[in-house]
């Protein structure tokens, strides 16, 4: 339990909002922000979850290979962002808004608000 504030890789693992316009064979460097950021659930969720195909990142290495050394807080199974089973409502760790600019040297972050953006009409 310590504040990470570091630049970490994700990739996508369904098509929902907030991916459809990601690529699963580009890893995205995304920041995170976070001292308890670390996602938990018990069996059956976690179960419930990927056979739903409900989980929308996973942390991953720069390559996009998942692996334990590029899960930065110990998330279950690298799990870096989940949403419901109607796909309109979603949660991440990591931060994109934090990487959308080129001021801030990164904008992959933006590619994924945009994916919000184009597809939204989708889901209302």
Same mark, same amino acid.
């Given at each position: 339990?310590?504040?990470?504030?570091? #630049?970490?890789?994700?990739? *996508?693992?369904? /098509?929902?909002?907030?991916?459809?316009?990601?690529? &699963?064979? /580009?890893?995205? =460097?995304?920041?995170?922000?976070? @001292?308890?950021? /670390?996602?938990? &659930? #018990?069996?059956?969720?976690?179960?419930?979850?990927?056979? =739903?195909?409900?989980?929308?990142?996973?942390?991953?290495?720069?390559?996009?290979?998942?692996?334990? &050394?590029?899960? *930065? #807080? @110990?998330?279950?199974?690298?799990?870096?962002?989940?949403? #419901?089973? @109607?796909?309109?409502?979603?949660?991440?760790? *990591?931060?994109?808004?934090?990487? &959308?600019?080129?001021?801030?040297?990164?904008?992959?972050?933006?590619?994924?608000?945009?994916?919000?953006?184009?597809?939204?009409?989708?889901?209302?």
């Amino acid at each position: 339990m310590k504040f990470i504030c570091d #630049n970490v890789y994700l990739v *996508p693992q369904n /098509r929902s909002i907030v991916t459809a316009d990601l690529s &699963a064979e /580009r890893p995205l =460097k995304i920041p995170i922000a976070h @001292g308890e950021g /670390r996602y938990y &659930a #018990n069996d059956e969720t976690l179960k419930k979850l990927n056979d =739903k195909e409900q989980v929308l990142f996973r942390y991953c290495d720069a390559d996009g290979k998942i692996n334990a &050394a590029s899960n *930065p #807080n @110990g998330s279950l199974e690298n799990i870096a962002g989940i949403c #419901n089973e @109607g796909r309109n409502v979603f949660g991440m760790m *990591p931060h994109p808004e934090r990487a &959308a600019d080129p001021v801030l040297f990164n904008t992959d972050g933006s590619s994924v608000l945009r994916s919000i953006i184009n597809n939204v009409m989708q889901f209302v």
